[in-house]
């Protein structure tokens, strides 16, 4: 992972993390989103403005890309980048809970 990629994508916005969390599996956009609104009890809602810029510009960067057509929708999949950029805020997140449960990161 470059830099440029490192400085736009971590941390991640909730909207992209999401996003790319979904795509483990290929998806659509307005799967992704509904599958969020499910995940979250509906504290997050993708608009979708926000879902195709950002579908967009995570597929311009290498971190997703366009698998096929259905139904006239596309669906997307994570790439190798991808995964590697959402392990990585995996990560971050859990050493945030980590310490805020005044656990030790080392451990």
Excluded: W
């Excluded at 969390?21 to 659509?28: A, E, G, I």
């Excluded at 698998?67 to 805020?89: F, P, S």
């Amino acid at each position: 992972m470059n830099d440029k990629i490192r400085r736009v994508y971590v941390p991640m916005t909730e909207t992209g993390f999401y996003i790319l969390f979904c795509l483990r599996s290929p998806q659509h956009g307005y799967g992704i989103s509904g599958q969020v609104k499910r995940m979250t009890g509906g504290a997050i809602t993708i608009s979708a403005g926000t879902m195709y810029g950002t579908l967009a510009k995570m597929e311009k960067d290498g971190l997703i890309r366009f698998c096929r057509e259905e139904d006239k929708r596309k669906l997307y999949e994570i790439t190798a980048l991808g995964q590697e950029v959402l392990d990585l805020e995996i990560r971050r997140i859990e050493r945030l809970y980590r310490n805020s449960k005044g656990e030790n990161v080392d451990a």
